[in-house]
Nanobody, 120 residues
Framework: VQLQASGGGLVQAGGSLRLSCAAS????????MGWYRQAPGKERELVAAIVGTSRANYGDSVTGRFTISRDNAKNTVYLQMNDLTPEDTAVYYCNADITMPGHYVGMNYWGKGTQVTVSS
């Protein structure tokens, strides 16, 4: 199983970016999919997570600006980021709880991360 994230880059403050993360490999089901981020010198923190296609949770600092969504048919999760600020600069990591065929318990997987840099 692999998680492949894309969509990071450099954007000016106030701008928008959309991140995508596709899960591939031997997948029976995916429970939670989400995004975390880690800025230099800081701990990794939850940005947003989604169960199914509608039950979403957001970190306090992104509520109202970021929107997480999911396409179950494509095993893909998206993060629409609007009104970006320099404080959003970080490496963004995709995360998912995935159950493989023949297994009863899911495992937690991480993508390699994609850099988001917001200039002032």
């Amino acid at each position: 199983v692999q998680l492949q994230a894309s969509g990071g880059g450099l954007v000016q403050a106030g701008g928008s970016l959309r991140l995508s993360c596709a899960a591939s490999g031997s997948i029976f089901s995916i429970n939670v999919m989400g995004w975390y981020r880690q800025a230099p010198g800081k701990e990794r923190e939850l940005v947003a997570a989604i169960v199914g296609t509608s039950r979403a949770n957001y970190g306090d600092s992104v509520t109202g600006r970021f929107t997480i969504s999911r396409d179950n048919a494509k095993n893909t999760v998206y993060l629409q980021m609007n009104d970006l600020t320099p404080e959003d600069t970080a490496v963004y990591y995709c995360n998912a709880d995935i159950t493989m065929p023949g297994h009863y318990v899911g495992m937690n997987y991480w993508g390699k991360g994609t850099q988001v840099t917001v200039s002032s």
